[in-house]
């Protein structure tokens, strides 16, 4: 194309009028023509000396040397050369005229192109606008652009320290959040978790000062205060299993004995005072090699102890007998009349012949030579109720006595504290406490890391052992491992931001635009930060905001391209280069609106998160939001006065792009771009990018067959992509938090996934409480105030003798009815459950709880242990005077025997000091744990059997007052229906997304087609990453459906930016799309090589948010590229619907 072709398209296509239709070079030598015959001047128009032209050079800085009469002469010969029959007269304006051109009336048939004129009649003198037609604040910044860049800069630093004295000095410790409920406020679980979680606190003070007066001697390293966990695996092809051959439990033994061998274990270890109160060993590791390793192992018993239970009928026999006749635990008086005597004592004689075994399974002797008869009586022992928990702990859940095979395995070591004997009796600050927690976690850790941690680590190569996989976490160093795969990730962050930079480098020419470049996308960060909290006052700051950084990289970096672009762009548009401040104002315009309308839409999509009711999401949402408003806000101010300094001194003038020389270019480089078009007759030829997006790309659209193909490949795609997103569904297992593969991983996926429920677990405790209202909401906002989420209230309770039994009956039927056999986690047959009014009936019988056995027996329920029944109920106004002592007791029900039975029923007791304000019951589950995240799925199945439990219970809230509130403390009824709401969030909010897009872009634009095609583009968008997500083995957790909330805000920038290019192009649908490609091609591929690129390095992140959050990233960049290129322009060439240039455009 020749160049005044090229030059003509260029010119009037600033100008938002079709172009002469120059398709030819005959029909460019007839334009000529027609020229050169034009009539003589004052034929075309005339000189109006009232009008108010300033054609005054400025190119940008303040210290610009001053205009002398030939600049100005070449400045009205460069207008003139491009402006044929409307000529300025150079020696009239050199005068002191103030001249203006007065264009051909319309009839006269005369192309006039833009002079600087006609820009001011294009934008007229306004609030925003000067005489000229040129912005006032640009006009501001080409004047003093140092200036204004210090002063910029200046108030960014001030910003951020203003939010580091502001923000960061008055928070402790982590700026974000972390709340004790993120949830919906208004959904059932939440009310009844935050009731019964803000009435125990209430209740805490008085009963913490109580204990503080009287606690007894804290005995050295007689609590539990850390473990060690190993995790075993069979090494693919030994089809033994793990205890199918010496070495491998040989191999297993070898990580315990790391520990146990160690004289100084002694020093650290938790210590059983209950075998021995003077001299009192440590506690053995909780493993099955504790019966492999036995002190004692009779084989005969053990074969006549299988061989009884190798009968069905007997197992089931025993099972029913055993816990009154064995263990004299709730035996019902008819029990014993009805049963036969000999079956009475067969029962007793194996319940003795088993605690006989078991009570030698301490780890203390030589490896049992007969190793298998050891797993086979294990796994006979798992069919015995009582017994059951002495093996159940270190066996998969494929391990029975039909397949006495198990592949994996476990163990825990206790560390215990305080390493010092602790005197409570006088009270302690908290704050001090902790500090002394504190140390000796860190004198613990230490000791780990010097002795301990290097033969871990050798247990845990897997080239140690042939047939074992071992792994391992400490909860005393889990810390500092968790910190190191974050540091890992951070690092691979910042290769992402690195490329951004060389990127940013390679696209500008200029290290000081790329510096300037990258120090507004992080300042957006601090800046947006101080808005949201000091401003907007939201102190909810979520832990998820901090991947607003990885959204401000890629959109940032975009609207540089951008604004770049244009800024090359306008070196070819004489018409722009009458001076700096014309130039940038057509480079301000040019872009700001386009970007205006991609970040609205970009933040609009953003705020759609505030359809949901979790709070972290939404701050997540108004966060990321204003993060893309400062962004913009500064790449339209910071970065525009760097463009003009960099046109003032680097640019063209430095090697390599660097920063000096510092003088100022003469003469400028417009000047230059200016003369340059003067002088040069032939072909322009613009950087490789451009023209390839200008001729290549946008001759691809442009040819029927090629739309075709595209159309059938993008309906074929589309096709599978929906068929894939159908079969979403919600996640069925534990969500993992770090890769599949990572050490600390695996063993938690084999520890949830592997195991049976044991009688060791800890299971989730699920409480049943009397006299608690539900929370008054009133007030409640937390996004202002995160730690306030509403006042407790209590009913009218009464704590009587009837509402006492109904609640010890509540407590027997839970821990023996077989009906919740599978829903209540069971250990020697009897139901884990918490019930503080076992132990209080006896303390107010005996007073006092020395006689533990006693109690377990529940002999206070009769006189001197005769059948005739005594009052055990404590009359209430003899609370006052026993429960003090009786939280000061020792609880009968903790193995080690220091437990207070305060800290037992610290949550069930709702003692004040006054009167009991509330009464509770827990039951451990048997299903669920309070450590992982369980599916929804599972959840719920669980929630609504306890529920259906909570609503049977009508006697007791007649008798105590109120209704009874069922909940957990550890949130998982509430992260349960979190679950739901991401589902449900994940559909709103992308749906949202779109409608808002099309909404902006119906206002940007009033191009119907254009705004539904464009939205058409995001819904394709969606679908394709939520199909891909679902071929990449992906289910919906709460990961997946965040990131599928906030697609559309991702989505929206590459179509809306071709397609307000499209808008504003003159000529017809093919000249449209041409000029689209040819203007933002390169700036839209730009942004998706920078984002695309930028998220490769988080694949490879541990933390499973992040490296899901690159995939996501890079899918979504990806294919939002690919339908606005070659989807959403294929569509408008086919269509090829004519926009009108004026009047109503919908």
Avoid at 896 to 912: A, F, H, L, M, P
Wanted: with cysteine; net charge negative; aromatic share 12%.
């Amino acid at each position: 194309m020749a160049w005044d072709e090229t030059l003509w398209n260029d010119l009037e296509s600033s100008a938002t009028t079709p172009p002469p239709d120059h398709k030819n070079s005959n029909q460019i030598a007839e334009s000529k023509e027609a020229a050169a015959t034009m009539p003589p001047k004052s034929e075309q128009g005339t000189i109006a000396p009232e009008a108010d032209v300033d054609l005054e050079k400025n190119d940008g800085d303040d210290n610009a040397p001053p205009t002398t009469d030939d600049d100005f002469d070449s400045s009205v010969k460069a207008v003139n050369k491009y402006t044929p029959g409307n000529e300025i007269d150079a020696d009239a304006k050199k005068g002191g005229i103030d001249v203006a051109v007065t264009p051909l009336p319309e009839d006269n048939g005369t192309a006039a192109a833009s002079s600087s004129k006609q820009q001011a009649s294009h934008h007229p003198p306004s609030l925003f606008t000067n005489e000229r037609g040129n912005l006032k604040a640009v006009s501001f910044v080409v004047r003093n652009p140092c200036l204004v860049f210090s002063l910029i800069i200046a108030l960014c630093i001030l910003i951020n320290f203003l939010l580091v004295v502001l923000v960061f000095r008055t928070t402790e410790g982590s700026p974000f959040t972390i709340s004790e409920n993120e949830s919906d406020l208004n959904d059932e679980r939440s009310i009844v978790f935050d009731s019964y979680r803000l009435a125990t606190r209430e209740v805490s003070a008085t009963r913490e000062a109580m204990e503080a007066e009287g606690s007894a001697l804290a005995k050295k390293q007689s609590e539990l205060a850390a473990i060690a966990y190993w995790v075993f695996e069979a090494e693919e092809g030994n089809d033994a299993g793990l205890f199918g051959s010496a070495a491998a439990i040989e191999g297993m033994k070898d990580a315990y004995d790391i520990f146990t061998d160690d004289p100084g274990f002694r020093d650290y270890c938790y210590l059983d005072y209950q075998k021995n109160a003077t001299d009192p060993p440590c506690r053995p590791p909780l493993t099955p090699l504790t019966m492999y390793y036995a002190s004692e192992w009779d084989d005969a018993k053990a074969a006549s102890i299988i061989e009884e239970l190798k009968d069905p009928a007997k197992v089931e026999k025993f099972n029913s007998l055993a816990l009154c006749f064995v263990k004299e635990l709730y035996c019902d008086p008819e029990l014993q009349t009805t049963i036969k005597p000999e079956d009475i004592a067969w029962a007793m004689q194996l319940g003795a012949d088993i605690e006989s075994m078991t009570s030698k399974f301490d780890m203390e002797g030589p490896l049992v030579q007969n190793y298998q008869q050891v797993t086979e009586l294990a796994s006979y022992l798992m069919k015995v109720d009582i017994a059951k928990g002495a093996v159940d702990f270190g066996y998969d859940k494929g391990f029975s006595a039909e397949n006495p095979k198990s592949s994996y395995s476990r163990g825990i070591v206790f560390w215990g504290g305080p390493l010092q004997d602790r005197n409570q009796s006088t009270a302690v600050d908290s704050d001090e406490k902790d500090e002394v927690e504190d140390s000796e976690g860190d004198d613990r850790k230490e000791y780990i890391l010097e002795n301990y941690l290097e033969a871990m680590d050798y247990q845990a190569d897997k080239k140690t052992h042939g047939t074992v996989n071992s792994y391992y976490f400490m909860t005393s160093i889990i810390g500092d491992v968790i910190l190191n795969i974050v540091t890992k990730d951070a690092m691979l962050a910042l290769f992402s931001f690195a490329f951004i930079f060389i990127w940013l480098r390679v696209n500008t020419l200029s290290w000081f635009l790329a510096f300037v470049g990258l120090f507004e996308i992080f300042f957006s960060i601090p800046i947006a930060w101080f808005i949201f909290t000091v401003i907007f006052r939201i102190k909810y700051f979520a832990t998820l905001n901090a991947l607003a950084i990885f959204v401000v990289a890629a959109i940032g970096a975009e609207d540089i391209f951008i604004f770049m672009d244009a800024y090359k762009q306008s070196q070819y548009h004489p018409d722009v280069l009458v001076d700096l401040e014309t130039r940038m104002s057509w480079v301000y315009r040019r872009t700001g609106t386009a970007m205006a309308i991609t970040s609205a839409t970009t933040c609009a999509a953003f705020l759609c998160t505030l359809l949901t009711p979790l709070t972290a999401i939404q701050s997540f949402g108004i966060f990321a939001a204003v993060v893309i408003l400062i962004d913009y806000v500064l790449v339209m101010s910071l970065f525009c006065t760097a463009v003009v300094i960099y046109h003032n001194r680097y640019e063209n003038s430095a090697k390599l792009g660097c920063c000096c020389p510092c003088g100022l270019v003469s003469p400028s480089n417009t000047e230059q771009a200016r003369v340059f078009l003067e002088g040069h007759e032939g072909e322009i030829t613009r950087d490789r990018v451009s023209e390839f997006f200008r001729t290549k790309v946008a001759g691809f659209v442009k040819i029927p067959l090629h739309r075709l193909v595209v159309g059938v490949i993008f309906l074929v795609w589309l096709s599978i992509a929906i068929w894939q997103m159908s079969m979403i569904e919600a996640t069925k297992e534990s969500e993992q938090f770090l890769d599949s593969e990572n050490p600390l991983q695996k063993s938690l996926t084999i520890l949830d996934r592997e195991f049976p429920t044991a009688d060791d677990d800890l299971g989730l405790k699920v409480h049943f409480v009397w006299g608690v209202d539900r929370v008054d909401r009133s007030g409640v906002n937390l996004l202002l105030d995160p730690e306030f989420f509403g006042n407790p209230r209590f009913t009218d309770f009464n704590f009587n003798q009837q509402c006492q039994s109904d609640l010890l009956d509540f407590c027997d039927k839970l821990k023996t009815d077989n009906q919740y056999k599978g829903l209540i986690k069971r250990k020697n047959g009897v139901g884990q459950v918490y019930c503080f009014i076992e132990e209080l009936a006896a303390f107010n019988v005996n007073g006092n709880l020395d006689d533990c056995e006693s109690v377990r027996k529940g002999e206070w329920r009769t006189a001197n242990g005769t059948n005739a029944n005594v009052t055990w109920q404590v009359d209430p106004d003899e609370l006052p005077n026993i429960i003090p002592e009786f939280l000061k007791a020792k609880t009968c029900f903790d193995e080690s025997g220091v437990e207070t039975i305060s800290g037992r029923y610290q949550k069930e007791i709702g003692w004040n000091g006054l009167y009991m304000k509330y009464a509770g019951v827990a039951a451990e589950s048997d299903v669920l744990d309070p450590f992982g995240l369980d599916a929804e799925a599972v959840t719920r199945a669980e929630y609504d059997q306890f529920i259906d439990i909570s609503e049977e219970q009508d006697k007791i809230s007649q008798s105590c007052g109120g209704a009874v509130i069922m909940t957990d403390l550890d949130s998982k009824f509430v992260f349960m229906n979190n679950q739901a709401i991401y589902v449900r969030s994940a559909i709103q909010s992308s749906l949202l997304g779109v409608a808002i897009a099309f909404v902006v872009l119906i206002i940007s634009t009033r191009v119907f087609h254009l705004a539904f095609l464009a939205s058409l583009t995001i819904m394709s968008v969606l679908v394709s990453v939520v199909g891909t997500m679902v071929m990449l083995g992906w289910n919906l957790g709460s990961i997946e459906s965040i990131l599928i909330g906030i697609i559309a805000g991702f989505s929206v920038d590459y179509v809306v930016h071709l397609a307000h290019a499209y808008e504003i192009a003159g000529g017809d649908t093919y000249e449209r799309i041409t000029e689209a490609f040819s203007d933002l091609g390169i700036s839209v591929f730009n942004g998706m090589i920078t984002s695309v690129v930028a998220s490769i390095p988080l694949f490879f992140c541990q933390l499973q948010f992040f490296a899901k959050f690159g995939t996501f990233l890079c899918l979504t960049i990806a294919f939002s590229w690919i339908f606005a290129n070659f989807g959403f322009m294929s569509v408008l060439a086919q269509l090829k619907i004519p926009l009108k240039e004026k009047g109503c455009r919908l």
